[in-house]
C-alpha cells in the first residue's frame, strides 16, 4: 500500500495505495510466499485469474542478439530457460553484432546467417522453447534491412536508386560531351546502371527554394532519343538559363548492418517489387526451413520479424517498374516530373512551382507506398502464414503509409528510440484497431550510450506512457548471447563496445545484478499486456491523417497538447483504411467491433505546408459517415479544398493542370455537401474545437477537472471497462519533469451496475475500490500517481473480480483511506482520532481510533553486499562479499569500500512495535530512493513484488508486536565496476548512485470498521 506523500505530514490528501486514495480487500497481501512461485497464485480461471497470472503468450520478448551462427546450440538451449525462468514470453532472434569490429572471427562462411550452423542453433531455440512454453521468433534476414546472400545490387531482386547527373547550360550555348554522370558514384559493388531519361529544362529562379533550383515545367524537353555512344549535342534556346538532367537507374549496393552476416555477401532486397520479395522467401525454402524448422514453426504461434524500412540509398529509392505503376495508378507519365523529384543523399535538388511540386511528390510516394505495402508487406504476410507465422513489422523509414502497413500487418511495431512522441504510437494503433488485430508490439529500451548503465526504472519510464498510447506488447532490446570471439568480461554484447566506447543498451540476462529481479519486471509487464490485449481498444475521436507517415513525431491540433491533458483519447487513421470492412458507421460511432470513435477530426495536412487537401473517395467516405450520423470536426478553411495530387485524369507530357482542375471541382462539390450535414462542424482556430465536440455531444471515456499528466488507454472486454493510467510524459524528453498527481477522474462504464476495482499489476491483486462516486453512466475515484507510476481502473459488476462487498460503498472519508476487508467496510487511519465517513445510502457515521503509533524511521542497518567482478574468462563472473554497518543511509560511491562495486546489496534492520500492537495494526513501508532495483523481506516472509517506480509496500500483514527485521535487496547495473573493469570503454562514465538511499520510513495505521 505505497504512500505517494513521504513527508512527516502524511494522510488526508496525500495518501494512497497503488494510485487510489481509498481501494478494496486485503486478502492477498498475506498469502504464503514459496521461492520462485507467483504472488497471489490462484487457479488460472476467470477474470481475476488471468490477470493474476497472465500466460506467456503475453508476455515481454527479448530482442536476442546472436553473432550470427557462431553460437552453440546447448547455450542457446540454457538462454531460452534463462528467459523462461525469467517469467519472460520467448525472444526474437537476429543477427547483430556491431560491437566486433573484426568480423573475419565470425567466420561469415561457415557460421553466417543461414548458415547450417545458424540453421542447427534456430532449431536448438525453436524446439526448447517448445518445451518451455515460450515462442521464438525469426528475423527476416541478418540485421536490417532485409536481404539474402543469392543477389548481387545489379540482380533485378536487388534495392534499386534512381540517381541524377546534371550540367547547366548557358542561353543559346551547346552542349556536346558525354550525358552528364551521377553527381554520386555508385556503391564500389555496383557494375551497371542503365540511363533512364535525359532531359533538358529552363531555370526559373521563381521557383527555387532555400536548398532547390527552381526549374520551369512547360520547357521541359525530352533528349533521351538523341544520345549516341553515350554523348549528347544539344544547344538550349536562347531565352535563359538551362539545365541538363540526366536519370541512371542502378542498384544501390546497400548491405544489411554491420556484416558481412554472410559469405558471399548479402545485398538488400527491393521492397519494391514482387522480384525483391521472391529472393527472400526463396533462400528461406532453400536454406532454412528444413523439416525440422517447418514442424517447429508450424507448432510455434511465433512471428517472422521486420526492422524498420531503412532503405538508404544515395539517390531516390526505385524500382524498375515504378513509371509503368505510376501511370497505371496515377493516370498519367511521371518522368516529365522526375526533376521535381530526384534526391540527392536525402535531399531534394529541383523544384517546380511550389503547389505542383508539392502534389507530383505525394503522388510519387503515394505509389511507392502501394508497391511496398502490396508486394512486400502482404506477399511476406501470405508467405509467413504459409510457413506457420505471423508478420511482424517496424513499416517505417520511408514516406510510406506505415498507418496503412499496420492494417495489414499482423503484428505492427514500433519502437521507443525511433518514435519521437506517443503520437507515433497512435498512428500504428489506429492501423491495428481498423483492421481487428489485437497487438501492436515496440522494441523498447534501446538508449544511446546506456550499455550497463540503463536500469529499469528507466524502462519503466519509457515504457510507461507508449502503452497509454496503445503499444500492449514490449520487445525489449535486448539479450545479448553469451560470448564471441575476442569478448571481454561480462560477455558478448551486440551493441557495447561501439565505435570503440559505450554503445547502445542493454544486454539483460544472468550477466545483470537486476535478473535476480526480473521475474518481477516480467510479472508487471505481463500483466499490463494482459489488460492491454484484453477485448478491443476504445478511442474517443479518430484523427484523418492525409499522409499516413509515422515516426515523424508531428501529432493532432488541439488533442495532442490540449485534449490529452484532459482524458480525450485519440489515434490516426489514414484513407486506405477507410476501405476495411470495419470502416463503417453505427449508432453514431465509426468501428463499432472495433475502437468505436466518437469523431472524426480533420484539419490540414502537415506534410504538406498544411494544406486543406483531401481525395475525392476520402471526401465521399466523410459525406457518407456524416449522413449516418457521426460527427466530423474540420479544422482550417475548407471552403476551396484540393485534391493531394495531380488528379487521376491529369494526362499529357506536361502533366497537364486539366486533371487536378476536374478532381479540385468534384472536391469541391462534396466537401461542400458535407459541411452543411448536422452532425459536422468546421472551426477556422484550433482553439474552438473543444466548443465544437461538446455542441456535437462528444465527450471522452475519461475526465479530470483539470489538465494533468494523466494519461489513459481504454479496453473493453466481455462486459468489463479496463482503463490503464500512467502519469507519464508525451515523449521522453519532454521538459519540465513530470510532478506527482492527486485528483478526481470520472470513467464511462458500459455496464449500468459496474463498480470499480484496482488492478494491481505488480502484485496481481484485484480489489474493489472502496470510496467512488456515481452519475449515470460516469464513476469517478481519486488518482494519486507518482512520475511515472502506473495502474489500471477496471469497472466490471460486482463480484466479477473475485472480491465483493456490500451494495454500499463510500463516497468520502476524513480517514487516510476507506477498503472492503472480507466484504465490511473499513477506514485506515494513520493518527488517532474520530473520522466522519459519508457512505453511498447518504449517511454519515463517525469512527473513533484511539492508539496509532508515531511513524519509525530505521537506525542502523546491516549491509551484505555481494560484488559482481570478472572471473576467469569472458562469461565466468567472481562473487566477492563486502559486510557494513551503515548508522545512515547513503549512496555506495560515497563508501570507499563500494565505490567500484556493481552487484545485489541485501539491508538489514529491527524495529520494535509495542505490546499494544494488535491484528487491527499495520503499516506502510516507504523505501524512499533506490538504485536500481529491490524486493523486501519481514521476519523472513517475502513480499509481493515492490512497485519499482513508487516503492511502498503495505508491511502490515508480516508485522507483529515485538522485535521485527527487515530485509531490503538491492540490485544494480554493472556500470560501477565496468568503470575500472574495462576503462579503454567505460573509464569515463560517471559513477551511479547505487544502493537504498531512502528516507526508509515505517508509517503504522490502525483498521477500524465502520459502524452500521
Not at 551547346?174 to 551497371?192: H, K, L, Q, S
Not at 540503463?454 to 535486448?478: D, E, M, Q
Not at 530485509?967 to 575500472?980: G, K, S, W, Y
Amino acid at each position: 500500500m505505497p504512500v505517494s506523500d513521504t513527508s512527516d505530514a502524511v494522510g488526508g490528501a496525500g495518501f494512497t495505495r497503488r494510485g487510489f486514495l481509498l481501494t478494496a480487500g486485503t486478502a492477498a497481501a498475506g498469502a504464503a510466499v514459496v521461492s520462485g512461485t507467483p504472488f497471489g497464485a490462484v487457479a488460472r480461471a476467470g477474470t481475476a485469474g488471468r490477470f493474476a497470472l497472465p500466460d506467456a503468450a503475453v508476455a515481454p520478448k527479448f530482442r536476442w542478439w546472436w553473432p550470427d551462427g557462431n553460437v552453440d546450440p546447448a547455450e542457446i538451449r540454457r538462454e531460452v530457460d534463462q528467459i523462461a525462468d525469467a517469467g519472460f514470453g520467448g525472444a526474437e532472434i537476429a543477427a547483430v553484432h556491431h560491437s566486433i569490429a573484426d568480423k573475419s572471427v565470425l567466420d561469415a562462411a561457415g557460421h553466417g546467417w543461414g548458415s547450417p550452423a545458424w540453421v542447427d542453433a534456430v532449431e536448438a531455440a525453436l524446439d526448447q522453447a517448445r518445451r518451455r512454453g515460450v515462442t521464438i521468433d525469426l528475423t527476416i534476414g541478418p540485421a536490417w534491412p532485409a536481404a539474402v546472400p543469392t543477389i548481387t545490387p545489379d540482380s533485378p531482386a536487388a534495392v534499386k536508386e534512381l540517381a541524377y547527373g546534371s550540367a547547366t547550360v548557358a542561353a543559346g550555348a551547346t552542349y556536346d560531351g558525354p550525358v552528364p554522370a551521377p553527381a554520386i558514384a555508385p556503391a564500389a559493388a555496383v557494375t551497371a546502371q542503365r540511363l533512364l531519361l535525359v532531359q533538358a529544362a529552363r531555370i526559373n529562379t521563381a521557383n527555387s527554394t532555400r536548398k532547390e533550383t527552381g526549374l520551369d515545367l512547360a520547357s521541359v524537353q525530352e533528349l533521351t532519343a538523341t544520345v549516341a555512344d553515350g554523348r549528347l549535342s544539344w544547344t538550349a534556346p536562347s531565352d535563359g538559363s538551362w539545365v541538363v538532367i540526366a536519370h541512371w537507374e542502378r542498384g544501390s549496393g546497400q548491405t544489411p548492418e554491420s556484416g558481412p552476416h554472410t559469405a558471399p555477401a548479402a545485398y538488400v532486397v527491393d521492397h519494391f517489387s514482387a522480384a525483391g520479395t521472391r529472393a527472400v522467401t526463396d533462400y528461406w525454402e532453400s536454406h532454412i526451413l528444413t523439416q525440422d524448422v517447418r514442424r517447429l514453426l508450424r507448432r510455434a504461434g511465433a512471428t517472422l520479424f521486420e526492422d524498420s524500412i531503412e532503405i538508404e540509398t544515395k539517390a531516390l529509392p526505385w524500382t524498375p517498374d515504378l513509371p509503368a505503376e505510376f501511370a497505371r495508378r496515377k493516370g498519367y507519365a511521371l518522368l516529365p516530373y522526375l526533376p521535381a523529384i530526384v534526391q540527392k543523399s536525402g535531399n531534394q535538388v529541383f523544384a517546380y512551382e511550389a503547389a505542383l511540386t508539392r502534389h507530383v511528390r505525394h503522388d510519387f510516394w503515394d505509389v511507392v507506398s502501394q508497391l511496398f505495402n502490396e508486394h512486400h508487406v502482404t506477399a511476406l504476410k501470405k508467405w509467413a502464414h504459409s510457413i506457420g507465422l505471423d508478420l511482424r513489422a517496424q513499416p517505417y523509414g520511408l514516406q510510406t503509409d506505415a498507418i496503412a502497413s499496420a492494417a495489414i500487418l499482423d503484428v505492427p511495431e514500433g519502437e521507443s528510440i525511433g518514435f519521437k512522441n506517443l503520437d507515433d504510437w497512435r498512428c500504428l494503433a489506429g492501423g491495428r484497431d481498423m483492421a481487428g488485430t489485437t497487438v501492436l508490439s515496440g522494441e523498447i529500451g534501446a538508449y544511446n550510450g546506456g550499455a550497463y548503465n540503463t536500469t529499469w526504472k528507466r524502462f519503466l519510464l519509457t515504457v510507461g506512457g507508449a502503452y497509454a498510447a496503445g503499444l500492449n506488447r514490449a520487445v525489449i532490446h535486448g539479450f545479448s548471447y553469451a560470448t564471441a570471439p575476442g569478448v571481454k568480461w561480462p560477455g558478448f554484447a551486440a551493441f557495447t563496445p561501439y565505435n570503440g566506447t559505450i554503445g547502445y543498451s542493454e544486454s539483460w540476462g544472468p550477466r545483470q545484478p537486476t535478473w535476480r529481479h526480473a521475474e518481477d519486471i516480467s510479472g508487471y509487464l505481463s500483466r499490463v499486456h494482459q489488460v492491454l490485449q484484453s477485448g478491443t481498444a476504445r478511442a474517443d475521436v479518430a484523427i484523418f491523417r492525409q499522409t499516413g507517415y509515422t515516426a515523424t513525431g508531428i501529432g493532432a491540433s488541439w488533442f495532442t497538447a490540449s485534449g490529452v491533458p484532459l482524458g480525450w483519447s485519440h489515434q490516426f487513421i489514414s484513407e486506405p483504411l477507410l476501405t476495411l470492412p470495419n470502416a463503417t458507421v453505427s449508432g453514431g460511432r465509426l468501428a463499432p467491433d472495433g475502437p468505436r470513435y466518437k469523431a472524426i477530426f480533420v484539419e490540414g495536412d502537415f506534410f504538406a505546408g498544411s494544406e486543406c487537401t483531401l481525395t475525392v473517395f476520402a471526401a465521399e467516405r466523410l459525406l457518407r459517415y456524416a449522413k449516418a450520423g457521426l460527427p466530423i470536426v474540420l479544422l482550417g478553411d475548407w471552403s476551396a479544398p484540393t485534391v493531394p495530387g495531380l488528379g487521376s485524369d491529369a494526362g499529357g507530357w506536361w502533366g497537364a493542370a486539366t486533371g487536378v482542375e476536374t478532381e479540385n471541382g468534384r472536391l469541391r462539390g462534396v466537401v461542400a455537401e458535407l459541411v452543411k450535414q448536422p452532425k459536422v462542424r468546421v472551426v477556422a482556430d484550433k482553439a474552438n474545437v473543444p466548443a465544437a465536440l461538446a455542441d456535437l455531444g462528444v465527450a471522452p471515456d475519461v475526465t479530470y477537472a483539470q489538465s494533468s499528466t494523466l494519461l489513459n488507454a481504454h479496453r473493453y472486454d466481455d462486459g468489463v471497462d479496463y482503463y490503464y493510467l500512467c502519469n507519464g510524459r508525451h515523449a521522453e524528453t519532454v521538459k519540465p519533469p513530470v510532478a506527482a498527481i492527486d485528483h478526481a477522474v470520472s470513467f464511462t462504464r458500459t455496464a449500468k451496475d459496474a463498480v470499480p476495482y484496482a488492478l494491481d499489476p505488480w502484485t496481481g491483486e484485484a480489489e474493489r475500490i472502496a470510496t467512488y462516486t456515481e452519475d449515470g453512466d460516469r464513476v469517478t475515484v481519486r488518482v494519486a500517481l507518482q512520475p511515472g507510476e502506473t495502474t489500471v481502473v477496471a469497472l466490471a459488476r460486482p463480484g466479477r473480480f473475485g472480491t465483493g462487498g456490500g451494495r454500499a460503498h463510500v463516497t468520502s472519508t476524513e480517514a487516510a483511506e476507506a477498503r472492503f476487508a472480507d466484504g465490511d467496510l473499513v477506514i485506515r487511519a494513520i493518527a488517532a482520532g474520530t473520522y466522519a465517513t459519508t457512505l453511498s445510502t447518504g449517511r454519515t457515521v463517525r469512527t473513533t481510533v484511539a492508539d496509532v503509533p508515531a511513524p519509525i524511521v530505521p537506525g542502523t542497518w546491516q549491509l551484505e553486499v555481494e560484488s559482481r567482478e570478472p572471473g576467469a574468462s569472458a562469461t565466468e563472473t567472481a562473487t566477492v562479499t563486502h559486510r557494513l554497518t551503515l548508522d545512515a543511509l547513503k549512496a555506495w560511491p560515497d563508501i570507499p569500500e563500494l565505490a567500484d562495486v556493481s552487484g545485489i546489496g541485501r539491508y538489514t534492520t529491527t524495529v520494535d512495535l509495542p505490546a499494544s500492537w494488535t491484528r487491527a495494526h499495520g503499516a506502510y513501508l516507504q523505501l524512499g530512493q533506490v538504485f536500481d532495483t529491490c524486493r523486501v523481506t519481514i521476519n523472513g516472509r517475502r513480499l509481493p513484488a515492490v512497485d519499482q517506480i513508487n516503492p511502498v509496500v503495505d508491511a502490515g500483514p508480516y508485522l507483529r508486536h515485538g522485535t521485527n527485521t527487515i530485509e531490503v535487496e538491492v540490485a544494480t547495473t554493472l556500470n560501477n565496476r565496468l568503470r575500472v573493469s574495462d576503462p579503454s570503454v567505460y573509464g569515463g562514465a560517471p559513477r551511479q548512485a547505487y544502493g537504498l538511499l531512502g528516507p526508509v520510513r515505517l508509517v503504522p495505521y490502525v483498521q477500524a470498521a465502520i459502524a452500521g
